[in-house]
Every structure is written in structure tokens, then in C-alpha cells.
């Protein structure tokens, strides 16, 4: 399927101290095949959020936005909500910084589907993220999240993450880099509630062909655990890219 996004921003420093920024986001979601009709779908976003320095190291702020989600095919319900929170920012040393966020989900969903859940969603979402660089060579990164997404025969399906990813830079022209993901989820309701498990691992290379163009190869396996049937999967996936910047 096609995901389509089109967005305008803006940011405004109000002083040295505060900055408001504001967005509209519209994404399409556009299946290539009769059989994912029912994904089908646009959405209409307003985002503001409002961040204060707190000192060199501390950044805090509040977020705020409102949604419009429609479905094209009568099946899954379509919904409108306020999603509201606190973010921030925290860095220790120069070579430590973390970010924060934890938010308030609210999604009304207007039963206009065919699929049975009647359920509306109300509750958290959250993302810690901590970043370090050993030294000049490796840095990593450690993530935590709990998100609310759209669910493919479901309202929403919530997922916990955990990641850790890294990059080694110790090659002359070539730097190597990959993450470990392990995520649990779930289905609010529908035909049929799932609860599943998956495991991802990536690694890959990219290769400094000019000062301006990097080929780029990577590997990743993913393996789904899942408690309905014929959603289980094993899957591998290769990528190859060269990546040319003006």
C-alpha cells in the first residue's frame, strides 16, 4: 500500500527561552490490492506544543493536538480525538542526552464499520529515549515506547517497544550499524483479538563511494509470534540503496 503525507510547520522562538511550534499533517493511506480496500483511509492532524529552557541542559514543554480519521470502505470505524502531553529533553554529559514524552490518548470512534468493535480508547502512550556515544568510534542508543495505532481489523492496537540500536565508526569509509526490536501488542476488539510478539534484528553497512554518495546494504530478520491463527510469520528482508546528497 501507498502512504501519502503531506504536512506544513511552523516554529516560532518567541524569545530565547520559549518556542511554540504548530503543524498540519493529511495522510492517505492507498492499498495496491482489492483485498486491504478496508485500510483505506485519511486523516486530518492539528499538533502545538509549547517548550521552555529550563537551563543548558533541560528543555521542557506541553503538546496538544486534534485528529480526524476516515475510512473509505465501511468496515473499520472511523474516529476524532484529542491527544494531550507533557515532552522534554535532558542531556548529562555531551556525550549522554535522553528525551521524554508521555501523553494522554483520547479516540472516539463513530461505529459507522462493520467491524464489531464498539470500543472508544482512552489512555497513555509514551517514549524514553536515552542516546550515548562510548567514543569517537561507537554510540548507541536505548528506546522504550508505548504507542496507539490504528488496528488493521481493530479500532486501535497498542504496542510496547524496546530497541536498542548502535553505530561503529571505526572503518576508514564504511560505518556498520544495526538495532535488536522486541515488541508485544494488542487488539482493543474486533472479528478477531490478537496478542502477538515480535523479534527484530537488522545490521547493515554503508559504504562512503564519494564524499557525496553512499551505497547502503542491509539485512533484517523479523519472527512473529501470534495467538491467531495464520498470523504467525518468519520473514527476512535484504536492502540495497545508493543515497546521493546535494
Same mark, same amino acid.
Given at each position: 500500500?501507498?502512504t501519502n503525507t503531506f504536512r506544513l510547520a511552523t516554529e516560532?522562538?518567541?524569545?530565547?527561552?520559549?518556542?511554540?511550534?504548530?503543524?498540519?499533517?493529511?495522510?492517505?493511506?492507498?492499498?495496491?490490492?482489492?483485498?486491504?480496500?478496508?485500510?483505506?483511509?485519511?486523516?486530518?492532524?492539528?499538533?502545538?506544543?509549547?517548550?521552555?529552557?529550563?537551563?543548558?541542559?533541560i528543555t521542557a514543554g506541553v503538546y496538544g493536538s486534534r485528529?480526524?480519521?476516515?475510512?473509505?470502505v465501511d468496515f473499520n470505524n472511523s474516529s476524532s480525538g484529542?491527544?494531550? %502531553?507533557?515532552?522534554?529533553?535532558?542531556? #548529562?554529559?555531551? @556525550? *549522554? +542526552?535522553? !528525551?521524554?514524552? &508521555?501523553?494522554?490518548?483520547?479516540?472516539?470512534?463513530?461505529?459507522?464499520?462493520?467491524?464489531?468493535?464498539?470500543?472508544?480508547?482512552?489512555?497513555?502512550?509514551?517514549?524514553?529515549?536515552?542516546?550515548?556515544?562510548?567514543?569517537?568510534?561507537?554510540?548507541?542508543?536505548?528506546?522504550?515506547?508505548?504507542?496507539?495505532?490504528? %488496528?488493521?481489523?481493530?479500532?486501535?492496537? #497498542?504496542?510496547? @517497544? *524496546? +530497541?536498542? !540500536?548502535?553505530? &561503529?565508526?571505526?572503518?576508514?569509509?564504511?560505518?556498520?550499524?544495526?538495532?535488536?526490536?522486541?515488541?508485544?501488542?494488542?487488539?482493543?476488539?474486533?472479528?478477531?483479538?490478537?496478542?502477538?510478539?515480535?523479534?527484530?534484528?537488522?545490521?547493515?553497512?554503508?559504504?562512503?563511494?564519494?564524499?557525496?554518495?553512499?551505497?547502503?546494504?542491509?539485512?533484517?530478520?523479523?519472527?512473529?509470534?501470534?495467538?491467531?491463527?495464520?498470523?504467525?510469520?518468519?520473514?527476512?528482508?535484504?536492502?540495497?540503496?545508493?543515497?546521493?546528497?546535494?
Amino acid at each position: 500500500r501507498l502512504t501519502n503525507t503531506f504536512r506544513l510547520a511552523t516554529e516560532w522562538q518567541i524569545n530565547p527561552l520559549w518556542t511554540a511550534q504548530g503543524s498540519y499533517t493529511r495522510t492517505d493511506v492507498i492499498p495496491f490490492d482489492s483485498v486491504f480496500d478496508t485500510v483505506e483511509r485519511t486523516e486530518h492532524a492539528f499538533f502545538a506544543s509549547l517548550d521552555r529552557v529550563i537551563n543548558s541542559r533541560i528543555t521542557a514543554g506541553v503538546y496538544g493536538s486534534r485528529f480526524w480519521n476516515d475510512y473509505t470502505v465501511d468496515f473499520n470505524n472511523s474516529s476524532s480525538g484529542p491527544p494531550l %502531553g507533557l515532552q522534554g529533553t535532558f542531556q #548529562v554529559p555531551d @556525550t *549522554l +542526552s535522553s !528525551s521524554a514524552r &508521555y501523553g494522554w490518548r483520547v479516540s472516539d470512534f463513530r461505529n459507522d464499520g462493520r467491524n464489531p468493535d464498539a470500543s472508544d480508547f482512552r489512555g497513555n502512550d509514551y517514549s524514553v529515549d536515552i542516546a550515548h556515544s562510548l567514543n569517537s568510534l561507537y554510540s548507541h542508543r536505548l528506546s522504550i515506547s508505548r504507542s496507539v495505532n490504528y %488496528g488493521f481489523v481493530s479500532n486501535v492496537t #497498542v504496542t510496547e @517497544t *524496546l +530497541s536498542y !540500536s548502535y553505530t &561503529y565508526k571505526g572503518f576508514n569509509r564504511a560505518d556498520i550499524r544495526g538495532h535488536f526490536t522486541w515488541q508485544e501488542g494488542r487488539d482493543s476488539g474486533g472479528l478477531s483479538i490478537e496478542k502477538y510478539d515480535r523479534l527484530i534484528a537488522t545490521v547493515g553497512i554503508d559504504y562512503a563511494l564519494s564524499p557525496k554518495l553512499t551505497w547502503e546494504l542491509a539485512y533484517e530478520y523479523s519472527i512473529k509470534n501470534s495467538d491467531q491463527p495464520r498470523r504467525d510469520y518468519e520473514r527476512s528482508d535484504f536492502t540495497i540503496l545508493l543515497r546521493y546528497d546535494f
